[in-house]
């Protein structure tokens, strides 16, 4: 009977000798509300491909409060707060000049192709140059922004004159100003009051924020510009004291499952988003108005100097290709377009 339980005994042995693979859960840092499309589709999303792709050792935990400041997720991750997190480049004016490439108007027709050329570009031209010092970046991405008021439909530059505009900062206090209209550069969570009061006439905001925040029936009127009249550079990054805790099978996993997969889902999903919101404010009554070849011309005219602007600056920086990089951040968007 012990001959016979010796190699039962054996086997177990060797079996408890083969190591388990530990399961690792990652912190998240979140800023928008809990029913955000970031929270609700964005981000569970990519949480199922890298379990999936990590064949479930890999896991996250979204934090209960935003780990610091809104304005400070790269330092709250850099600083181990939270072990991922994402950002609004515009948040932080003059830390991430290369990134307001994204920013600039008329890129890809959607943020799919915005969010997808973008993450190319970067990798090609503005990863070299550490930015986002401190924290690894996974992804970034693209959204548009249009211009909503409460006073007249826009159909032209002359349409605009005038019109106190809520800006959220960034490049879209000077696009505001080149157009002819009064920037007034306030925190998204006073924009009711602002508009209650007529302290602004309108605001640059995407179109599912509109939806979302309840202003559909304040801002009655939306002027939209193919690739954007702006565009808002978001980043996805990780503490990478965590990343290099991870297996490299598990890290290669991560990697592979972020980059330009995670920007085609935040461009399709808020794609999506304008898509029904567009719907319901035409359904009560809204005036959605969608510029034409002409219209773009113009507008591509008068914002000529911001491109130079940001050129300038991104050469000082050492970017010193710096226009031909932002035709082809465009290029790279129809390129995307076409492959669809």
Not at 62 to 78: E, F, I, S, W
Request: glycine share 8%; proline share 5%; net charge positive.
């Amino acid at each position: 009977m012990f001959r016979k339980l010796i190699p039962c005994l054996a086997g177990a042995v060797l079996l408890g000798a083969i190591p388990v693979a530990a399961q690792t859960t990652l912190t998240v840092s979140t800023w928008v509300p809990p029913q955000h499309q970031i929270n609700v589709t964005m981000l569970p999303q990519w949480f199922k491909l890298v379990d999936e792709a990590t064949e479930g050792r890999v896991k996250f935990r979204v934090l209960p409060k935003t780990a610091g400041a809104t304005a400070g997720q790269v330092d709250a991750v850099r600083d181990g707060l939270a072990d991922v997190g994402y950002t609004a480049h515009a948040y932080n004016p003059g830390r991430f000049t290369l990134q307001e490439v994204a920013e600039l108007p008329l890129l890809g027709e959607t943020p799919v192709e915005s969010s997808i050329a973008y993450w190319r570009i970067y990798k090609k031209y503005l990863e070299k140059f550490n930015e986002h010092q401190g924290v690894t970046v996974l992804s970034v991405m693209v959204s548009e922004g249009r211009l909503h008021n409460m006073r007249r439909e826009i159909k032209s530059l002359d349409d605009m004159k005038g019109l106190k505009i809520r800006t959220p900062g960034g490049a879209t206090i000077e696009i505001a100003n080149l157009l002819g209209m009064v920037p007034v550069q306030k925190p998204i969570s006073e924009i009711y009051e602002l508009l209650s009061t007529g302290v602004v006439d309108g605001a640059m905001m995407p179109m599912e924020t509109v939806q979302s925040f309840k202003l559909l029936d304040k801002l009655t009127h939306t002027f939209v510009l193919p690739g954007g009249l702006y565009n808002s550079s978001y980043s996805l990054f990780i503490n990478p004291d965590k990343l290099a805790k991870l297996s490299a099978k598990d890290q290669a996993a991560l990697m592979r499952v972020s980059g330009d997969t995670f920007s085609r889902i935040w461009g399709s999903v808020t794609t999506e988003g304008t898509k029904k919101a567009e719907v319901e404010a035409i359904r009560v009554g809204n005036k959605v108005f969608h510029a034409d070849r002409a219209i773009e011309q113009s507008v591509r005219a008068a914002l000529g100097p911001l491109e130079q602007k940001w050129a300038d600056a991104a050469k000082a920086k050492g970017l010193t290709n710096a226009t031909e990089v932002l035709a082809e951040l465009r290029a790279e968007a129809a390129k995307v377009k076409a492959g669809m």
